[in-house]
């Protein structure tokens, strides 16, 4: 197991960490927006980034992991809010017994302060790899003097080997929004979801883990405080408006992103939450 920190064009910041787990997994986090951007076990990439993407912090990037946070979706900040954005800072990067653990932070600053969402805030997020997982938690706290309320969610680009064969088990019986639709709440009424269309869902209010499968392996989603799960995918009409996402690349993602945002996460000041995901690799899916 290692710890790998690539440094950027000044020679001296780090821009990027890569963690190599054990039995060959692996992950890499980008120090701008804390985005991880790559997660490899069971020989194979998991997660999907666009050959488009833009990783020199001009734009948010397009694919692995970016993170929401205060806003998800359009609204008085910049789409999603500004976390995908900033310089995190890294604060650790470790192994442990079974795997690597890295530690990153963001706090306000004069820019944040100066926002539609002006708040004091600090945010450690927890990026924990082993063998066959990957958890993402982040662990708000409120550092001002007043309360604040904030939405947030960590947008998880999944690749799959083709869209046409994948299926979502665990939202059966949810009701979500249908954003394709105007935002009109309905129920999910299949076992197993499948995507031949843009689709843009809020899943409200899940009740356990979900499992995102394709060819008879499968990730597993599950949650830590995050109420909702986002699906989306582009489908060829809204790839082909994206310059961050090439035309043909639609087949092999699938966002199946946790967080909440249908409703707020609100703090106290001196309070904290930890919200986030663990995803866990089969390579022999629960559900075909
Ligand atoms: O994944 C849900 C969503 O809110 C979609 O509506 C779509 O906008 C997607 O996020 C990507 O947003 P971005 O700002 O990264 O282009």
Redesign the pocket.
């Known amino acids: 197991m290692s710890v790998q920190k690539f440094f950027g064009a000044d020679g001296v910041s780090v821009e990027r960490v890569v963690i190599n787990g054990p039995q060959g997994s692996s992950a890499e986090v980008y120090l701008y927006g804390a985005t991880v951007t790559s997660w490899k076990c069971g020989g194979k990439e998991r997660l999907f980034v666009s050959r488009q993407a833009k990783l020199d912090g001009s734009k948010?990037v397009?694919g692995g992991i970016?993170l929401v946070f205060p806003q998800?979706?359009p609204g008085a900040l910049p789409?999603?809010g500004f976390a995908r954005t900033r310089q995190w800072t890294l604060l650790s990067a470790e192994e442990h017994g079974q795997g690597v653990v890295v530690n990153l932070q963001l706090k306000d600053n004069e820019d944040t302060r100066a926002s539609k969402w002006p708040f004091k805030f600090d945010l450690l997020y927890t990026i924990d790899l082993t063998a066959t997982t990957l958890s993402t938690i982040i662990k708000y706290e409120n550092v001002d003097s007043q309360a604040f309320s904030f939405t947030s969610l960590m947008?998880t680009y999944l690749r799959v080997p083709d869209i046409a064969r994948t299926t979502v088990a665990g939202l059966k019986g949810v009701p979500y929004l249908d954003?394709i639709k105007g935002g009109e709440g309905l129920v999910e009424e299949r076992d197993l979801v499948t995507v031949d269309a843009n689709e843009?869902r809020v899943y409200i209010d899940v009740p356990g883990a979900v499992e995102v499968a394709c060819g008879g392996e499968s990730v597993g989603i599950r949650r830590f405080n995050f109420k909702d799960i986002?699906l989306?995918n582009p489908w060829a009409e809204k790839a082909a408006e994206?310059s961050d996402f090439a035309d043909d690349e639609y087949p092999q993602m699938i966002?199946v992103?946790a967080g909440t945002v249908a409703s707020q996460i609100s703090l106290k000041p001196g309070q904290t939450i930890s919200c986030g995901q663990i995803l866990t690799f089969n390579s022999s899916a629960s559900h075909i």
Do not use: L, S, T
Request: with cysteine; charged share 25%.
């Open positions: 948010p397009r970016p998800f979706g789409q999603h947008h954003k843009d986002v989306w994206m966002c992103e």
